[in-house]
């Protein structure tokens, strides 16, 4: 099925589950995907879609842009250039431009970055905090989160996304997840922890909802 949204021609996807709601995501694929009962029918689907028109048409230009982004090459919230040469040994940047070998040196640096960088800050704002457990770092990617705290093994978990962000929004992101030892839900004290050590923290989660 297909579907006008706006400018944009939809295909859409219909999973069927035994689902007592009805869910509209859009994928990076660019396809609806919507996740209903077998009992709902085609052209209630329709006129759901329809209903629900600006919602999805936000949520497809924010994909669109989602991967605009992604041609792209950041650095601690700083655009670089990538410029790839057989004869380079080690990676380095000059004028706005990060010089490599190839791919996997690329993917060398990053993961080194990551752990050299994350650990640094991590290390630094834990010096903050009174009566924090002892806990160990880990880092990975992530599509929905940008960070994780596991009370129950004491570790931190960052998003190796974050080496994209400027370095206040990582700040922002280790700070709440330490705040997570005091406090394991999203309560207003724990949000009056969060602000105690970073007080801009609103602007910061907004940040981190754009691109």
């Not at 770092?137 to 978990?157: D, E």
Request: net charge positive; proline share 3%; aromatic share 14%.
């Amino acid at each position: 099925m297909q579907i006008e949204v706006g400018p944009y021609k939809l295909e859409v996807i219909i999973v069927y589950k035994k689902n007592k709601n009805i869910y509209l995501r859009l994928k990076d694929d660019l396809k609806l995907y919507i996740t209903c009962n077998r009992l709902v029918s085609k052209s209630y689907l329709k006129n759901l879609i329809k209903e629900n028109e600006n919602h999805i048409l936000k949520m497809y230009e924010k994909v669109l842009e989602n991967q605009e982004y992604n041609k792209n090459f950041y650095y601690l919230g700083q655009k670089y250039d990538l410029v790839f040469n057989e004869d380079i040994k080690e990676p380095y940047f000059n004028d706005n431009k990060l010089y490599l070998k190839d791919e996997k040196m690329l993917n060398k640096f990053w993961q080194k970055e990551c752990f050299r960088i994350f650990s640094k800050r991590v290390n630094e704002l834990k010096q903050l905090f009174p009566n924090l457990p002892e806990f160990s770092l880990k880092i990975r990617l992530m599509k929905s989160r940008w960070g994780v705290c596991n009370r129950q093994n004491n570790t931190i978990t960052l998003n190796s996304e974050l080496l994209k962000k400027e370095s206040t929004l990582l700040d922002y992101v280790i700070i709440h997840e330490l705040c997570h030892f005091k406090h394991p839900n999203h309560s207003s004290l724990f949000w009056q922890e969060v602000s105690k050590y970073y007080p801009y923290y609103k602007l910061a989660r907004k940040k981190l909802k754009e691109v």
